[in-house]
């Protein structure tokens, strides 16, 4: 889709990838997005441990081999620490239970009702 | 390079690729193949429960990925069934301690001592 020109009316709000994140905001963040990685690194490799452990057969090592591919790739996907994106990350680890919103405290009002707003859509 | 025509001196023995296999013969490899194939796959699905045993950071969890990617990449490639290809890989997994002479044991003197001449090689 083609964005329509503004001719004088503005958007009512910043867009995502021009917010504007101040040195406070930003150690926020950094620290916010590496404990909800190390969150999910834990569960992977407690699963990891589990799935290795039942292991019977060799299908299930190429299972195992699977496992590990995807959530790899899944974790380079989703956990891209550019401001541009941060907020829709943000978002995405408030609904998936990796980050408590409390654990967001120190970003400005603006990227909280963004954030609240897009992890609820 | 290019194989010189024939003129009527024959080699003095039948090429690998076109040596004959009897019903007995395959009967034979096929079992042997399986069964080093078996050894071979418990041996890996034992690393890999002791590796995931081991992990203690994320870095080994991409460790044990890419030990069962290898793995499955040159079990695929070594473990190939095509008759004329056979006496190679069993040369290999005599060398690899993967098979025991004895468990060839039905084959023709001809391929025994191919395989034991390209083992040893």
């Keep these: 889709m083609i964005d329509e020109p503004t001719r004088g ?39 990891a441990k589990a799935r290795a452990a039942r292991i019977r057969q060799p299908s299930e090592l190429w299972e195992l081999e699977d496992y590990l591919t995807e959530r790899r790739k899944e974790i380079d996907d989703e956990f891209d620490y550019r401001y541009s994106v941060l907020p829709l990350v943000f978002a995405r680890l408030l609904r998936q239970g990796l980050l408590k ?3 967001l405290r120190g970003l400005n009002e603006e990227k909280m009702s963004r954030i609240r707003q897009i992890a609820k859509a």
């Design 9 to 47: 009316t503005p958007t009512p709000s910043t867009e995502i990838r021009d917010l504007n994140w101040s040195p406070t905001e930003r150690a926020v963040a950094r620290k916010a997005f590496d404990t909800a990685l190390q969150r999910e690194l834990e569960t992977v490799i407690r699963e």
């Design 101 to 103: 919103e409390e654990e």
